[in-house]
């Protein structure tokens, strides 16, 4: 059997999500779970957050149907709201709510016949400018929409921040103020924090709070570890060295020869690539533990192994284990080395990687 393997630490998950509560503790929780949970496979981690979180949050409505499919029964809130208007009364049949960015699903709204009214998020711009109306607009949508019967009363206005994980930055409090501002005196609930949010912005917490990466125990602050907002992480991504190699000073190993040995020095190769998901552009000194020791990545990632530096472990073998990330290496060290960010590489988990649920 091969080795590589993603632990799912489901205590882990309760430990982020009580910190959830910790950090935003008169917020309602949307937990975050599109892109199957972050490639955590959100279907494991229903019966947590059917515990601990108020609602589920995805980004379309294929999403909400597997998380049904799967025994979901939360509401469950699309993020980027429908992509054509026959997926209304679906929403209505499932009790999905949705997020409206556009006053053309306004008019879409209108038109419909539903088993039921549909709870609605109007996206508001605050200042991301990718989803959503400018605040000018807003009152007249809101509006627009408390006089369709085909709209739940409880309305909603959500925003998203750019620029939430760099606090030095000063994008992230005009946008808490200009979402403030728009929203005042309207009557409905409201959403804007993200997971930087969550942890830094306690101004943007309002009525329901949106985390996602923290979930897993990933920070999404730049600079910044998840055990530094006191987070664990769920995902430990592991494999097993399949060779050991003692190389000659000018032999080089891997594709393209890329890294080439000093001097004579043992080499490892473990059993994970990029069709695991590891990413195909870690260099060289990107780091990983072997038998719980730090070590490093030495050339070309391939599809199905990598090479791991085994000069201070003269007694690693075959079989020795080899974690790519989390307990024991942050994924987002990982995700800096390689250029990427730890959400691309939770994301790209590949489906042929093993997974054990634990906790
Ligand atoms: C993905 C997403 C979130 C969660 O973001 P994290 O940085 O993972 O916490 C929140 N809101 C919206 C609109 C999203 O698309």
């Not at 000659?248 to 890294?259: D, F, I, L, P, T």
Request: net charge negative; proline share 6%.
């Amino acid at each position: 059997m091969r080795p590589a393997l993603a632990k799912i630490d489901l205590s882990a998950l309760r430990h982020n999500l009580r910190r959830v509560r910790e950090c935003a503790p008169a917020a309602s929780v949307f937990a975050v779970v599109k892109a199957d949970a972050y490639g955590h496979g959100a279907a494991r981690l229903l019966p947590v957050l059917e515990q601990q979180a108020d609602a589920l949050a995805v980004a379309c409505i294929e999403e909400a149907l597997a998380l049904r499919a799967a025994g979901a029964t939360q509401p469950i809130l699309l993020l980027e709201g429908v992509f054509a208007a026959e997926e209304l009364a679906l929403c209505a049949e499932h009790g999905f709510e949705i997020s409206l960015h556009d006053p053309l699903h306004a008019g879409w709204l209108e038109a419909a016949t539903l088993a039921r009214p549909l709870k609605v998020w109007v996206k508001l711009d605050s200042g991301m400018h990718r989803l959503g109306v400018r605040p000018q607009a807003l009152p007249a949508l809101v509006a627009r929409l408390r006089a369709c019967a085909n709209v739940d009363a409880e309305l909603g206005v959500m925003s998203h921040m750019a620029c939430a994980d760099e606090p030095a930055r000063p994008n992230t409090a005009t946008q808490i103020a200009c979402f403030a501002e728009a929203t005042q005196g309207l009557g409905v609930r409201r959403a804007l924090s993200n997971s930087a949010g969550v942890l830094h912005w306690p101004a943007a917490h309002h009525d329901w709070v949106r985390p996602g990466i923290m979930l897993y125990g990933v920070t999404p602050m730049v600079g910044h570890s998840g055990a530094d907002d006191a987070l664990r992480p769920v995902m430990t991504l592991s494999t097993a060295l399949i060779a050991v190699k003692q190389l000659k000073a000018g032999e080089s190993v891997g594709y393209s020869a890329a890294y080439t040995c000093a001097q004579d020095m043992r080499v490892g190769i473990a059993a994970i690539g990029y069709a695991d998901g590891y990413p195909r552009h870690a260099p060289s000194g990107t780091p990983v533990l072997v038998n719980g020791q730090r070590s490093q990545l030495l050339g070309r990632v391939s599809m199905d192994m990598i090479c791991v530096d085994l000069s201070a472990q003269p007694q690693a073998g075959i079989g020795d284990p080899v974690t790519l990330w989390g307990e024991g290496l942050p994924a987002e060290e990982v995700a800096d080395a390689a250029g990427t960010i730890a959400y691309e590489m939770l994301c790209n988990l590949a489906g042929r990687v093993r997974v054990e649920t634990v906790g």
